[in-house]
């Protein structure tokens, strides 16, 4: 047999041999999401014997969630000031940072929160509240879900979740309020500075979660956790700041929407405690 063929026939043999391996892995892959689906519907025929109305449908998957490192930026808050006010000068009082324009306003940075103050006609609400503001977020170089608007008695307020990787950090929210056609206030918190946590835990299942709120829900001595239906579950961050400047985590949580309010559990410890 020519050297040629042998060459052909072991080509072939490695092919199908590749072959065979993916086809096992797929079917795994398969199999896997198959038994999560499965677990899944067994705890919400759980919650519904329990008397809380759930449907899979509304159960969002976790995805690669797993606790990182944040820590606070200078220079990320210099971005987001000068994309507000333009050229700023800035001042310092401790921990607190201070950037100000005369014509446009001030912005105040703390321990993980911040707050911009805008003077009257600085920047205006031209033509829609939600455009203006995706603008600014893309300016100021933050990443969150999609803005949300809401009207009030006093003029429009955007509001935005902050987001890493595409999953929401839940408590991370910015708000824009408008008042008679200009933008006057944003306020809010934010991450930065993401590093991989070398004690990082990965996100729970979905079904571990709606077990612990459902254990709660029937607690006689937890009356601030009660639901009857289950609208949607969304696994994301909760950030919580640990350091005197501003160090922190981003570290895996579940939001759950229920027809009494917004629950949010911290997925490592298991706490719960409304988030309205």
């Known amino acids: ?71 606070r930026s200078l220079e990320a808050e210099e971005v987001i000031a000068r994309a507000v006010l333009g050229d700023t000068t800035m001042s310092e009082q401790g921990v607190i940072y201070l950037y100000e324009n005369a014509e446009r306003g001030t912005a105040t940075f703390r321990t993980g929160d911040f707050e911009i103050n805008l003077n009257d006609g600085a920047i205006l609400n031209t033509s829609d509240a939600l455009k203006t503001v995706q603008g600014l977020l893309r300016s100021m170089k933050i990443d969150t879900s999609e803005p949300s608007v809401s009207i009030g008695p006093f003029g429009e307020t955007v509001v935005a979740v902050g987001a890493f990787r595409n999953a929401s950090i839940f408590n991370c929210i910015i708000e824009f309020e408008f008042r008679g056609g200009s933008l006057m206030t944003i306020r809010g918190r934010y991450a930065a500075g993401f590093e991989p946590a070398e004690d990082g835990i990965a996100i729970s299942s979905a079904g571990t979660a709606l077990l612990g709120f459902l254990a709660e829900v029937v607690r006689e001595d937890r009356p601030d956790v009660q639901c009857t239906q289950v609208l949607s579950v969304e696994a994301g961050y909760r950030h919580r700041v640990i350091g005197s400047f501003g160090e922190g985590v981003i570290a895996p949580a579940w939001l759950i929407i229920t027809d009494n309010g917004q629950y949010l559990i911290d997925d490592e410890t298991g706490e719960i405690w409304p988030f309205n």
């Open 1 to 71: 047999m020519s050297g040629s063929r042998l060459k052909t026939i072991a080509i072939a043999a490695l092919l199908v041999i590749n072959i065979v391996f993916l086809t096992v892995i797929i079917m795994d892959a398969v199999a896997d999401v198959r038994y999560e689906r499965e677990a899944l519907e067994n705890v919400c025929a759980v919650l519904r014997a329990g008397g809380i109305g759930i449907s899979p449908e509304n159960v969002r998957a976790s995805g690669d969630i797993r606790t990182m490192r944040t820590a």
